[in-house]
Every structure is written in C-alpha cells, then in structure tokens.
C-alpha cells in the first residue's frame, strides 16, 4: 500500500497537476465563453486576453453568494455548468469589472434609502 502511495504521489506531481490545471483551464474558458455570449471576450468591450476575464454576477452580490455556496473558481464554473448555465452571469473584463463597481457605488449614493 505504501508503495501505491509513493507511486501515486509521484505521478501526481509529474501528470496528474498538469492535467488538473488544463481542466481548471478549459473549464474557464468554456465558462467565459458561454457568458460572452459565444465568444472569449468581454461582453463589454472587446478584451480577449484570458487573464483579463471574469465572471461578473449582472445583479451584484457574487462575493456572497460565492460564500454562501461554498465555491469558488473553477469548482463554481463547473457547478454552472452542471446547472445547466443559468442566467445573470456575464464575461467581463476586470477594468469593465472595476468601472461596473464604481458605478454601482456611485448610484447607491445617489439614492436615498
Ligand atoms: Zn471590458
């Protein structure tokens, strides 16, 4: 058993990482693809660089529901897609991101509660 272990570890830090980031990878891209509407790119503007995109909650409140859920990156696109995609999700870029939140505070200010 000790062995299987040892070989095991082994493989996992040759192959096994590797093909766990590509997974991370393609499940991101298919995420990011889905919600910009069928391309790689901001839904916003036309940033493609893979690095520059996230996935933005349209109607706010990503960080709790993310918290609320219990997952995070690869593990909540991967439960979207298991969901079958559901909406109020977009592709954004993080300077869309960034320009979105201030915006939204901006507005918040501006109506008295
Ligand atoms: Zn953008």
């Known amino acids: 058993m000790k062995d299987y272990k040892e070989a095991h570890r ?4 040759k192959v096994g990482k590797a ?7 393609k499940i991101k891209i298919e995420t990011l693809t889905h919600y910009g ?5 901001c839904s916003h503007c036309d940033e493609s660089r893979l690095a520059c995109l ?4 349209i109607n706010g409140n990503g960080c709790k529901e993310r918290d609320k ?3 995070w990156g690869y ?3 991967l439960m979207l897609k298991k969901q079958g995609w559901p909406e109020g999700f977009q592709t954004l870029c993080m300077n869309c991101q960034f320009v979105k ?4 505070r901006v507005k918040q200010r501006e109506i008295p509660s």
């Open 101 to 104: 939140a201030v915006t939204d």
């Open 69 to 71: 859920l219990k997952r």
């Open 54 to 57: 996230s996935l933005d909650h």
């Open 19 to 25: 093909r766990e980031a590509e997974a991370r990878v």
């Open 37 to 41: 509407n069928g391309k790689l790119t």
């Open 75 to 77: 593990r909540f696109y």
């Open 10 to 13: 082994i493989w996992y830090q």
